[in-house]
C-alpha cells in the first residue's frame, strides 16, 4: 500500500511559477513511477506528467511540455512538480499518483486527495 499526500497549491498570477510536491510513504518508494493528473471542475482528469522509478525518464502532457518539469528525490519519498509561466488554463486540483509511467489515470492504483492551484490573469 502506498499513501500520497500533496502540498504546495494555491493562487498565483499568471506568468507566476509554483511548486507542489508529493510525500509517499508506505511500500518502497523507490521503486514506484509517479504521475501527475489535474482535474478542473466539469472536465475529465488530465495528464500532467509521470517520472520513472530511476528519475531518468519523464514524460509531459503537450499543454504542460516545455513549462513544467516533475522530478524526484528517493532518499526523501518525495515528488515534486515545478510549474512555470502558469496561465489561467492551468488552473485546477492536481493529483499524484504512484504505480505507472503512463498517461491514462486508469493505470494508477495509488491516488493522493488533490491540491488547488489557481492562477489568476
Known amino acids: 500500500q502506498v499513501q500520497l499526500l500533496e502540498s504546495g497549491g494555491g493562487s498565483v498570477q499568471a506568468g507566476d511559477s509554483l511548486r507542489v510536491s508529493c510525500v509517499a510513504s508506505g511500500r518502497t518508494f523507490r521503486s514506484i513511477p509517479m504521475g501527475w493528473f489535474r482535474q478542473a471542475p466539469g472536465m475529465e482528469r488530465e495528464f500532467v506528467g509521470t517520472i520513472n522509478w530511476s528519475g531518468l525518464n519523464t514524460m509531459y502532457g503537450n499543454a504542460v511540455k516545455g513549462r513544467f518539469t516533475i522530478s524526484r528525490d528517493t532518499a526523501e519519498g518525495t515528488v515534486t512538480l515545478q510549474m512555470n509561466n502558469l496561465r489561467p488554463e492551468d488552473t485546477a486540483v492536481y493529483y499524484c499518483?504512484?504505480?505507472?509511467?503512463?498517461?491514462?489515470?486508469?493505470?494508477?492504483?495509488?491516488w493522493g486527495q488533490g491540491t488547488q492551484v489557481t492562477v489568476s490573469s
Open positions: 499518483a504512484a504505480g505507472a509511467f503512463a498517461s491514462t489515470p486508469d493505470t494508477y492504483p495509488y
